[in-house]
């Protein structure tokens, strides 16, 4: 255990709680956290940063950027490390230079794919099997520097968003577990992206989550476990109302049943048509919280509309 090298700390969510935890478990000395105040609305299920940092006496800010007095603060505070975990603002050139061992992020994907936002939900949405954490030195381009490290893992064919994202915290607490000793004493691995492969997504709102009942039925499906609970979840709509779609599962349709992308098969169970075949919908409810009633689409044929 040595604490002679200093950090500074940027993070936020659920792997910016796990990766503060892990550096004040190792009794690292870490001067100040940078993480940001919870925004109104939105459903706030991970752990609070800025929480664990009072409680061990370590000093927290949440500016609403890295501009002007906080590049002073953070120069003045001069530390040996900067850390980023999870931290929603891009974090100036400026002050990526103020570190003398670097900077380094914890990014939630197999960079170089799925750079950007959110990138557990975007791998999802495009079906694929496996992602990770990557852990790389930061430069001016988000997610674009040096890998130091990455540790991948599964996306099981139901795996929620949410599912992975667990998944995911435990493979960045053990990159940086296993990597910390190098950085502290300037020897962090460098292995330069491979920018054919790469691959950027931005971030995502509410409103993306609408559901095209023509897309395949896996498509579907996995748009829809991308998006839910505790995320706003994937939703359709029908006559002006606003369906929020919380699971379901690709199905056969009947070979009698209609051609219409978004036609409705069956109520009970509730079937939908999609573009090659139908999805079973086990979960769901109206926006601004009405249930759904036994047999209430009987008197609905389309969804989408």
């Known amino acids: 255990m040595t604490t002679d090298c200093s950090m500074v700390v940027f993070a936020y969510h659920e792997v910016g709680y796990r990766c503060l935890d892990l550096l004040i478990a190792r009794q690292e000395r870490v001067l100040a956290v940078f993480t940001h105040e919870d ?28 501009r ?29 230079r103020v570190p003398r061992l670097g900077a380094f992020n914890m990014h939630g994907s197999l960079l170089p794919r799925y750079r950007g936002r959110v990138p557990i939900n975007w791998a999802i949405i495009h079906g694929e099997t496996r992602t990770g954490a990557t852990l790389h030195h ?7 520097g040096d890998i130091v490290d990455q540790e991948a893992v599964p996306i099981g064919p139901e795996d929620t968003a949410h599912d992975v994202f667990l998944k995911v915290t435990e493979a960045a607490v053990l990159v940086l577990d296993r990597n910390l000793a190098a950085l502290k004493t300037g020897r962090a691995p460098r292995h330069p992206q491979d920018e054919t492969q790469a691959t950027t997504f931005g971030g995502r709102r509410p409103e993306d989550g609408r559901i095209d009942w023509s897309w395949p039925s896996q498509r579907i499906f996995d748009f829809v476990r991308a998006l839910t609970e505790p995320y706003p979840g994937a939703f359709t709509t029908t006559r002006g109302r606003t369906l929020l779609i919380w699971w379901g599962r ?5 070979p009698a049943g209609p051609a219409q ?45």
């Open 250 to 254: 690709p199905v056969a349709r009947p």
């Open 39 to 66: 925004a109104a609305g939105e459903h706030i299920w991970f752990r609070s940063v800025a929480r664990l940092a009072r409680a061990h006496g370590i000093p927290v800010y949440t500016p609403d950027g890295i």
């Open 261 to 305: 992308a978004g036609a409705i098969i069956s109520v009970e169970p509730l079937i939908v048509a999609t573009g090659d075949g139908a999805l079973q919908v086990d979960r769901a409810q109206w926006a601004h919280g009405g249930a759904v009633a036994a047999g209430e689409f009987v008197r609905f044929e389309v969804l989408g509309a």
């Open 68 to 96: 002007g007095p906080v590049v002073d603060q953070i120069r003045t505070l001069a530390p040996d490390i900067i850390f980023s975990f999870y931290y929603r603002h891009m974090i100036p050139a400026e002050v990526l």
């Open 138 to 144: 930061m430069v001016r381009r988000a997610d674009a």
